[in-house]
């Protein structure tokens, strides 16, 4: 359905460009080739008929554009998934994350709260101070697409567990676990 519309878009097109060009001429143009400057290159009372066949040509064209911004649009993607900068691992001090989506322009929403973020949840707009035994989840948004999973990542106090970034089952992870305090 596409590959027609398209065709059929790119046709009007090319006769619009060719009615037009074969107006009666208010100046010089195409007519001009068939040696009469200010008539049409078919006759005197052609002109009217141009003008509506421009006229219809010009109504299907703009419903052509309307209908393939409506057919031809490309499917929504899924946004990516948020990545923490620097990934989860334990901390003995406060640090500021940074959180990076690979998709351009998408919006990210954190919680520092272990709460699911959502749109009403805080956007991100710079680094985030986190504190040693804070779960940081973000997820990311893009209109028209399908949110991203949400990332969480847990940095805690240092000599404490394992801490990892993760994201809901069978979808991939924002960032590697990080080593265990005791593992260097």
Do not use: H
């Amino acid at each position: 359905m596409t590959t027609l519309l398209t065709i059929i878009f790119i046709l009007i097109c090319v006769l619009l460009i060719i009615v037009v060009l074969l107006q009666k001429g208010r100046g010089v143009g195409v007519g001009i080739i068939g040696g009469g400057g200010g008539q049409s290159a078919f006759g005197t009372r052609t002109g009217d008929v141009f003008t509506w066949v421009t006229i219809i040509l010009v109504i299907v064209f703009l419903g052509l554009a309307v209908g393939a911004s409506k057919f031809c649009r490309p499917a929504p993607g899924r946004v990516s998934n948020p990545v923490f900068i620097p990934p989860p691992q334990p901390i003995s001090k406060p640090i500021l994350v940074t959180i990076r989506c690979p998709t351009t322009n998408a919006e990210i929403f954190y919680t520092t709260d272990n709460s699911e973020p959502t749109r009403e949840s805080l956007r991100y707009e710079g680094p985030v101070r986190v504190i040693p035994g804070t779960t940081l989840k973000a997820r990311a948004y893009y209109i028209g697409w399908i949110p991203s999973s949400i990332v969480r990542g847990e940095y805690r106090l240092a000599g404490t567990a394992t801490s990892t970034a993760t994201a809901p089952a069978g979808i991939g992870t924002s960032s590697k676990a990080s080593k265990s305090a005791g593992g260097k």
